[in-house]
């Protein structure tokens, strides 16, 4: 049994990514979930400050701690912060960011000259999404357009079908005028299966970064 460390700031995400990581995982694997909500409230109203640094560096050394294989961080607003963790705490078990693979992907689809298209329901999701994928798109060696529109944040109130309707909404709207269409939260995945698409891709990073967390830890 292997054990893989997982930390989220939105409660209901803890059971996607666990049924994602199981069903990624070749082998038997236990999944160690911590939720804090805390660090997504602060990084939206003060940034991702020090502090918010220092508590999620505090959560991964805590599931080192329980051996786990690897930290899967599911907060897209964390991206930056949690790359902070890894340089701090080293690299000796994987620490990775849940928007990491999504941008990869996207950067693939996109190519030389792309045009990738962001869609954010929160305002501090936006720049550490466009840094990422800027960054990938310069390992990979070529140059993106990157285009981001903000949503509103239904998904406050607590409904989720009107939420998913605005993202689906956004998304058709962006069909044919970009080359890949990106969804800046785990929260929006859901939406993707409602929108009316013909051309263009578009990605969620939930599945993909489960995908990325069992390939670095060896298990695939």
Same mark, same amino acid.
């Given at each position: 049994m292997t054990r893989l460390g997982l930390v989220h700031t939105v409660p209901a995400l803890a059971a996607t990514f666990h049924d994602l990581v199981t069903a990624a995982a070749p082998a038997d694997v236990e999944p160690i979930h911590v939720v804090d909500p805390w660090l997504l409230r602060t990084a939206m109203t003060a940034g991702v400050?020090?502090? %918010?640094?220092? !508590?999620?560096?505090?959560? $991964?050394?805590?599931? =080192?701690? =329980?051996? $786990?294989?690897?930290?899967?961080?599911?907060?897209?607003?964390?991206?930056?912060?949690?790359?902070?963790?890894?340089? !701090? &705490?080293?690299?000796?078990?994987?620490? %990775? =960011? %849940?928007?990491?693979?999504?941008?990869? !992907?996207?950067?693939? &689809?996109?190519?030389?000259?792309? =045009?990738?298209?962001? &869609?954010?329901?929160?305002?501090?999701? $936006?720049?550490?999404?466009? !840094? &990422?994928l800027h960054r990938s798109a310069e390992r990979a060696g070529i140059a993106v357009t990157v285009e981001s529109e903000l949503l509103g944040r239904v998904r406050e109130s607590g409904a989720a079908d009107p939420h998913d309707e605005m993202v689906a909404t956004a998304i058709a709207r962006w069909d044919g005028g970009a080359d890949v269409v990106v969804l800046a939260q785990a929260s929006m995945a859901a939406a993707a299966s409602r929108a009316d698409v013909t051309t263009t891709p578009v990605l969620s990073s939930p599945e993909l970064a489960a995908r990325r967390l069992v390939d670095l830890t060896t298990l695939a």
């Amino acid at each position: 049994m292997t054990r893989l460390g997982l930390v989220h700031t939105v409660p209901a995400l803890a059971a996607t990514f666990h049924d994602l990581v199981t069903a990624a995982a070749p082998a038997d694997v236990e999944p160690i979930h911590v939720v804090d909500p805390w660090l997504l409230r602060t990084a939206m109203t003060a940034g991702v400050t020090p502090e %918010v640094v220092d !508590r999620l560096a505090a959560h $991964v050394a805590h599931l =080192r701690g =329980r051996g $786990v294989a690897g930290v899967l961080v599911t907060c897209s607003t964390l991206g930056e912060a949690t790359e902070q963790v890894l340089d !701090r &705490l080293g690299a000796d078990t994987p620490v %990775v =960011r %849940v928007d990491q693979g999504m941008a990869d !992907r996207a950067v693939e &689809l996109a190519g030389d000259g792309g =045009r990738i298209a962001v &869609l954010a329901t929160v305002a501090s999701t $936006v720049g550490p999404t466009e !840094r &990422l994928l800027h960054r990938s798109a310069e390992r990979a060696g070529i140059a993106v357009t990157v285009e981001s529109e903000l949503l509103g944040r239904v998904r406050e109130s607590g409904a989720a079908d009107p939420h998913d309707e605005m993202v689906a909404t956004a998304i058709a709207r962006w069909d044919g005028g970009a080359d890949v269409v990106v969804l800046a939260q785990a929260s929006m995945a859901a939406a993707a299966s409602r929108a009316d698409v013909t051309t263009t891709p578009v990605l969620s990073s939930p599945e993909l970064a489960a995908r990325r967390l069992v390939d670095l830890t060896t298990l695939a």
